[in-house]
T-cell receptor
Framework: NAGVTQTPKFRVLKTGQSMTLLCAQD?????MYWYRQDPGMGLRLIHY???????AKGEVPDGYNVSRLKKQNFLLGLESAAPSQTSVYFC??????????????FGNGTRLTVT | RKEVEQDPGPFNVPEGATVAFNCTYS??????FFWYRQDCRKEPKLLMS???SGNEDGRFTAQLNRASQYISLLIRDSKLSDSATYLC????????????FGTGTKLQVIP
């Protein structure tokens, strides 16, 4: 099993450009999440999904959109990239919600730089 | 007060030493607690959950102190391979699918 796979691993964008980060999991997990990690700050939740066809806002959703058309995939979109979105992005999945004891399984991250 | 606070370190310890990290949390209603390990430029990985009665996994011991609202991680007989950043993670109850991550404590085990 591959677990959680993210693409791309690295990307450089110019301000105003758009892109989509792809996340796929093969563990049949219901819950999927997008986090960003910045120096000196803990991982922060951008958006999450509790099942196919559902999405919800997390802690820092502005400037991002998501879609979960298939259970195994969770896409994160940046419509008009800004330098403040320079970060490392992690996708994660869990069997049940994070309110319980279900651990998060992370992808290996996408390093995004916006110039 | 931050929701989850950790000493950022770095903790520089010799091989074989015992080291302990604490993590304080602000929400007294939190129910689930975890320690994750993150290697440099890698994704976080679950190290262990923290149970009310405390739990041990080999050289690692996790404890929860609800009265003082902190969790701890003890690593005995440190190995070079233990060098990493250790993230404290606490759930936020209230129907919001969110856990709060600490900023992490960096451990460097020295030969």
């Amino acid at each position: 099993n591959a677990g959680v796979t993210q693409t791309p691993k690295f990307r450089v964008l110019k301000t105003g450009q758009s892109m989509t980060l792809l996340c796929a999991q093969d563990m049949n997990h219901e819950y999927m999440y997008w986090y960003r990690q910045d120096p000196g700050m803990g991982l922060r939740l951008i958006h999450y999904s509790v099942g196919e066809g559902t999405t919800a806002k997390g802690e820092v959703p502005d400037g991002y959109n998501v879609s979960r058309l298939k259970k195994q995939n969770f896409l994160l979109g940046l419509e008009s990239a800004a330098p403040s979105q320079t970060s490392v992005y992690f996708c994660a999945s869990s069997l049940t919600g994070t309110g319980g004891r279900s651990p998060l399984h992370f992808g290996n991250g996408t390093r995004l730089t916006v110039t | 007060r931050k929701e989850v606070e950790q000493d950022p370190g770095p903790f520089n310890v010799p091989e074989g030493a015992t080291v302990a990290f604490n993590c304080t949390y602000s929400n007294s209603a939190s129910q689930s607690f975890f320690w994750y390990r993150q290697d440099c430029r890698k994704e976080p990985k679950l190290l262990m959950s923290v149970y009310s009665s405390g739990n041990e996994d080999g050289r690692f011991t996790a404890q929860l102190n609800r009265a003082s609202q902190y969790i701890s991680l003890l690593i005995r007989d440190s190995k070079l391979s233990d060098s990493a950043t250790y993230l404290c993670v606490v759930n936020n109850p209230g129907g919001y699918q969110k856990v709060t991550f600490g900023t992490g404590t960096k451990l460097q085990v020295i030969p």
